[in-house]
């Protein structure tokens, strides 16, 4: 993956965890926020630290937040202070700013002045966890729209040892193989005759209905 420059500004658990995990994964990282206390637990796990109001567009200037592609927006609590940062963030021509909301009125005005993309991060992972709980089977989802998503599904037990053509998930459950996963190998075209094993992941992709018929099978 191509390495990137973020800004992160926020560094409470939500803020903290986007900008470390950004950082070990090779790209360049500044963390701002405007407690100094929070700054200097971070120093040695991102690029650069700031401490600085991120409601003051000067302040936003001087530590030179233009040279960034994206910023992160991870203010909590305070709805204010997010939005204002938004607005100045996107009036200083930041190509994507991706912001935290504490609810869809937030999310709402969020994107109104300019967000280019709105995270609910106890919401999505509350959604993920129960998905999880409800079907053991699913290791992960990523839904396409209202309707349709890609989901990893470990291999139903009736299944393994059977090829793709004797499952013929196409025409028995309307679903799409696109990958298997066995271990951390990934074939992302996979032969018709390729004999399914006890471990293996599909991912499928397809309507929600189907998927959830499919999930039902163990
Ligand atoms: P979480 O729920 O993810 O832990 P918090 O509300 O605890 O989020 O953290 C938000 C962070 O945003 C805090 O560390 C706070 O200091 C920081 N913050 C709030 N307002 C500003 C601001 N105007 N400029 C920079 N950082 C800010």
Redo the contacts with the bound molecule.
């Keep these: 993956m191509q390495e990137k420059n973020y800004a992160v500004?926020?560094?409470?658990?939500?803020?903290s965890s986007v900008a470390t995990t950004l950082y070990r994964e090779g790209n360049e990282v500044l963390a701002?926020?405007?407690?100094e206390s929070?700054i200097e637990e971070l120093v040695d796990q991102v690029s650069h630290t700031v401490i600085?109001?991120?409601?003051d567009e000067e302040a936003l200037k001087a530590i030179g937040i233009r040279n960034f592609d994206t910023v992160i927006v991870?203010?909590?609590?305070?709805i204010q202070?997010?939005i204002l940062?938004v607005l100045i963030l996107k009036e200083l021509g930041i190509n994507q700013v991706v912001a935290?909301a504490l609810n869809k009125r937030h999310a709402q005005v969020l994107y109104k002045i300019g967000a280019d993309m709105v995270v609910f991060?106890e919401r999505d992972m509350g959604e993920r966890i129960a998905h999880h709980l409800m079907s053991p089977n699913v290791l992960n989802f990523l839904k396409l729209d209202h309707d349709y998503s890609v989901e990893e599904i470990k291999v139903p037990r009736c299944m393994v040892n059977l090829n793709l053509r004797e499952i013929d998930l196409r025409v028995k459950y309307n679903l799409n193989v696109i990958a298997i996963r066995t271990g951390e190998e990934i074939d992302i075209s996979p032969n018709p005759a390729k004999v399914l094993g006890a471990g293996d992941v599909l991912v499928v992709v397809g309507a929600n209905r189907d998927l959830d018929k499919f999930t039902d099978l163990t």
Excluded: C, E, Q, Y
């Design positions: 500004v926020g560094l409470g658990r939500f803020g701002i926020d405007i407690h929070l600085a109001d991120s409601t991870a203010i909590g609590d305070d202070a997010s940062t935290k991060p």
